[in-house]
């Protein structure tokens, strides 16, 4: 049995949502499904654009990343980034991640006040959607719609959280995850720096 947190929004909370999302200044739009979501986001990309996919069960369940990655429009920065030794070149590895032209990723929590909230145990992907990239692109599923940031931490204690350790465990054989940062974006004063697709699907978590 799906839990609450994975229980689509209706109608009006998604409307209140992208309403006071334009409002803070961000560009939100809505997918009905995870392949309108997947062509949204290719007619926002321009060709040979350098793009960063940051790591996101949503980017993957929509074929986002495998678009950035195997297409051949895009100029992947996670690819470069796996190209290069973190031991030598750390440094420049820090700075291309975090603030490259395109960053696409995905966010854990979407209020319907218009607040959006993303949580991380290392950080890496925070400073390119709060500051670094020149522009954004955020995929999420209406699950992830809650009524404010109180409900929206919860969401990730109580859930986002969860499920992230478990996909940490198999994925890099670690005890699990951490809340060790949270990003909190209120507003956003560059006109047309970010856009929220939100999709009418269960997407990650």
């Not at 031991?87 to 420049?92: A, L, N």
């Not at 986002?160 to 940062?181: D, F, I, T």
């Not at 949270?182 to 990650?204: A, C, D, M």
Request: net charge neutral; hydrophobic share 40%.
């Amino acid at each position: 049995m799906a839990s609450k947190w994975e229980k689509l929004a209706d109608e009006k909370s998604i409307k209140t949502a992208i309403a006071a999302l334009k409002e803070n200044g961000i560009e939100a739009l809505f997918a009905e499904t995870s392949d309108d979501a997947k062509k949204k986001v290719i007619g926002i990309l321009p060709k040979g654009a350098d793009v960063m996919d940051m790591t996101s069960m949503t980017l993957e369940a929509a074929s986002i990343t495998k678009e950035i990655k195997d297409s051949g429009k895009y100029n992947s920065i996670k690819a470069k980034l796996m190209s290069m030794d973190r031991k030598t070149q750390g440094s420049e590895m820090q700075k291309l991640g975090a603030a490259p032209d395109w960053v696409v990723g995905s966010v854990h929590a979407v209020t319907e006040d218009g607040h959006v909230l993303i949580a991380s145990a290392s950080g890496s992907q925070l400073p390119a959607y709060a500051y670094g990239a020149s522009h954004v692109i955020w995929v999420a599923g209406t699950h992830k719609i809650v009524k404010n940031v109180d409900e929206g931490i919860k969401r990730i204690y109580e859930h986002s959280l969860p499920m992230e350790s478990e996909r940490a465990k198999l994925a890099y054989g670690v005890p699990g995850s951490a809340v060790n940062k949270l990003l909190i974006f209120n507003k956003e004063f560059q006109p047309g720096r970010v856009t929220l697709i939100l999709v009418n699907e269960v997407l990650g978590f």
